[in-house]
């Protein structure tokens, strides 16, 4: 895993440790199940959006950030959207876990985290701050990694979504206890985008799982892409961060 990921590992992996000296955090003790954010796909009558949060991105660089974390999740909300999703890496795309915290203050609707989770510690501190689910990157952790951090996410009561991008990542969930998968279009090495290859992969997966469409999408005919492969809904990052007017943006969509 050369150039993007692997920075972003290597980075990830000084980060965590540094988090975990300064605020230790254990395993949440158990609470009821929450299952908002798989509610919130399910019961979505047309494709579920999920509209991202990010200060910027190795892709796009800086995005304009006038509006504050909690504005843009009120106008998320307002415009309709399924859940939100908030990207928690603070070098790469300029988020904090703690942030979390902040739009689930301000909005109802559910919040998926995102981040290159490879520690146990990030799943708790997940549930810390009170993310509903939590983005799990099968191509960056072992299966059998990957099958501990799913664990971990159902007993701390946060909804493991697993990010695929290939046949070897579809190999890796054969078998676990996985109920939504998100098929990223995006190379996370080159930050090249193909949604027919990501449609491709999403029409492999086992139709008991709700799968969602991430990455390349800027027009209604890109979702109408991903929902004719079989996805529940799809994942919008930069698309609706660059928009003019966010209800617009997503009214278009529907």
Do not use: W
């Amino acid at each position: 895993m050369p150039n993007v990921l692997q920075k972003i590992l290597e980075d990830t992996l000084k980060a965590v440790k540094n988090r975990k000296q300064l605020k230790p955090i254990s395993k949440p003790g158990n609470e009821k199940n929450n299952d908002s954010f798989l509610s919130a796909i399910t019961r979505a009558q047309n494709p579920a959006i999920i509209a991202e949060i990010k200060a910027k991105s190795p892709s796009h660089g800086n995005f304009d950030t006038s509006l504050s974390i909690e504005e843009r999740a009120k106008l998320y909300q307002h415009a309709g959207v399924t859940a939100i999703s908030y990207v928690s890496n603070l070098t790469f795309f300029g988020g904090m876990p703690m942030n979390i915290q902040k739009i689930k203050k301000a909005v109802s609707i559910p919040v998926l985290q995102k981040d290159f989770v490879i520690d146990e510690y990030q799943v708790y501190e997940a549930a810390h701050y009170g993310a509903d689910a939590l983005l799990l990157i099968a191509r960056i952790v072992s299966k059998v990694q990957l099958e501990k951090l799913i664990v971990e996410c159902y007993s701390s009561n946060i909804e493991p979504v697993v990010e695929l991008f290939d046949n070897e990542d579809l190999k890796k969930i054969e078998g676990l206890d996985v109920k939504v998968v998100g098929v990223n279009a995006r190379d996370l090495n080159s930050l090249t985008t193909d949604i027919d290859k990501a449609c491709t992969i999403i029409s492999k997966v086992s139709k008991d799982t709700i799968v969602l469409g991430f990455s390349g999408i800027s027009s209604k005919q890109d979702i109408e892409k991903y929902v004719l492969a079989g996805a529940k809904g799809v994942l919008i990052g930069a698309g609706v961060i660059k928009s003019d007017s966010i209800m617009h943006f997503i009214d278009s969509l529907r």
